[in-house]
């Protein structure tokens, strides 16, 4: 499946600036290994070592929240939109 | 005021209320300007910080002649003589458990204009056992987000996040949080005055760079620590 992905503010030195990249996948989880394939370093800013979602981090597909589905392996469609979400805590 | 569910009733209620706006920072200064002009009742504004020259480019009621003065003052100077009929109240301290019910038990709406998550969390709890709506902010470079909370009824703070991000200095383009201020501040008059549909369960987020926003759907988790079933 190919899907849009959403590349939030702090990630998007990892894909060169790119606020939304084109990936590949069947499930949330393969999105992610394929992301890391193109831009190095992304998966252990997503997931920790034992490779699920960090508490701090949030992926939504179309907007629907994955927590609520079955997480990592929330199944794509063709086209969905996957919205990577972390926390933000500027203000200032 | 020209405009369905304002009128001089809804005015009546501005002048009533009133709003707590945690931080003076980038966020909370447009905030509190816009609520000052809306005739606001009573502002409590509420920062531990003085002002830096770092500030400048986006904490607009803090200007070169501010460096050095806590925040809350210099924002008061200003906003005093830009609406005197407005009563303001400057609290300089940092918010903590301690603190956050003797400051912020008399306001209407909170408004979450902080710099830092462990703080956000604190008032996220306190907006949540006391039933208060709080209307966040937040922003990271060319990235802001907005949500407006109302406790038991919508996904609070720690629904939407099981943690905060790890600890780090935030990139800030100045014209994120004005923007996002403006998204907050009305929010607040919203609620006051009851009209509109409100940011409840939805997470607005914003790209500068691409100039869009979009938003996502929140939901209570029924294991959040804070408005789960168990509390």
Request: proline share 5%.
């Amino acid at each position: 499946m190919a899907v849009k992905v959403r590349i939030p503010a702090p990630l998007q030195s990892l894909t060169g600036g790119a606020a939304e990249v084109e990936a590949q996948g069947r499930t949330v989880r393969e999105v992610i290994e394929d992301l890391e394939r193109k831009y190095h370093g992304i998966k252990a800013r997503l997931c920790d070592d034992a490779g699920e979602l960090r508490r701090f981090v949030n992926i939504y597909v179309n907007d629907q929240d994955i927590r609520f589905q079955q997480g990592l392996d929330t199944e794509l469609k063709d086209n969905d939109e996957v919205s990577i979400i972390p926390a933000i805590a500027g203000g200032n | 005021m020209l405009l369905d569910g304002w009128g001089e009733e809804g005015q009546r209620k501005l002048e009533n209320a009133h709003v707590a706006v945690v931080g003076a920072g980038g966020l909370g200064c447009p905030i509190d300007l816009y609520l000052a002009a809306a005739g606001v009742g009573k502002l409590t504004i509420i920062d531990a910080d003085v002002v830096e020259e770092t500030n400048l480019n986006r904490q607009v009621l803090h200007w070169s002649s501010d460096i050095g003065k806590p925040k809350v003052q210099s924002a008061v100077e200003k906003l005093t003589k830009f609406n005197s009929q407005v009563k303001f109240v400057p609290i300089h301290g940092r918010l903590t458990e301690e603190t956050v019910d003797e400051w912020l038990r008399d306001a209407d709406v909170i408004v979450d204009a902080l710099d830092n998550f462990p703080t956000r969390l604190i008032l996220n709890r306190y907006a949540v056992e006391t039933r208060k709506p709080l209307v966040h902010g937040a922003i990271y470079g060319w990235e802001g987000r907005a949500t407006t909370i109302l406790p038991f009824e919508t996904a609070c703070l720690a629904c939407i996040f099981e943690e905060g991000p790890p600890p780090g200095v935030f990139p800030v383009v100045g014209t994120t949080p004005g923007l996002i201020a403006m998204v907050q501040a009305t929010e607040v008059l919203k609620l006051l005055l009851g009209v509109g549909q409100p940011l409840f369960n939805r997470y607005l987020i914003y790209d500068g760079l691409t100039m869009t926003f979009h938003t996502v759907k929140l939901r209570r988790r029924p294991n959040c620590p804070v408005c789960g079933k168990s509390n």
